[in-house]
């Protein structure tokens, strides 16, 4: 497999040049399928030896990757969509009272659906995108085990993200 990401996405911290009709189909993503970081999460869990199903539509909210032998779900977070406290998570300046309303309802939304699958006894994983792609990424592989050890364990929830620190940590100017 090739290394073809493309680096943090800009979407987040850039002026919205949109226009209502580009902007719609940006919004219609959010119910995109078979992201990028999704396919790479996928196939880590898949050379760890786990198996899973994919888009349950019987479950609330239609969770990406669902182990109903562990009753475990997995959601892939886009970070702008859901909010993540991280950079890439970050509204908009312009129309900021537009993406604030949207942004809000997202995150209504997505805890209605956690609490939903919680009462029905699932354990839920969230992996940001930003632990998958851009400049604070994981190892894949790595991301792939922390699931399996979490799957092994007794905790309902877990959650995944970039390593922010590590990326801070980073010099801007290498040898300045
Ligand atoms: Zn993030």
Not at 59 to 85: E, K, N, Q, S, Y
């Amino acid at each position: 497999m090739s290394e073809t990401d493309g680096g943090p996405r800009r979407r987040a911290i850039a002026p919205d040049p949109l226009t209502p009709a580009q902007r719609h189909l940006n919004m219609s993503r959010i119910r995109s399928r078979d992201t990028k970081p999704e396919l790479l999460l996928r196939r880590a869990l898949h050379k760890q030896g786990l198996r899973y199903r994919l888009h349950e539509r019987s479950l609330p909210g239609t969770p990406d990757i669902v182990m109903r032998g562990r009753r475990a779900i997995i959601l892939i977070h886009g970070c702008f969509w859901h909010a993540h406290d991280c950079p890439y998570g970050v509204t908009p300046a312009s129309n900021a009272a537009f993406w604030s309303a949207k942004l809000a309802r997202n995150s209504a939304r997505d805890a209605e659906q956690l609490t939903a699958l919680q009462v029905d006894g699932w354990r839920i994983a969230t992996i940001w995108e930003c632990a998958l792609r851009g400049r604070a990424r994981r190892i894949p592989s790595d991301v792939a085990e922390t699931i399996q050890r979490w799957l092994e364990g007794e905790e309902p929830e877990l959650q995944v993200q970039g390593d922010w620190q590590r990326s801070m940590k980073r010099p801007a100017h290498p040898g300045g």
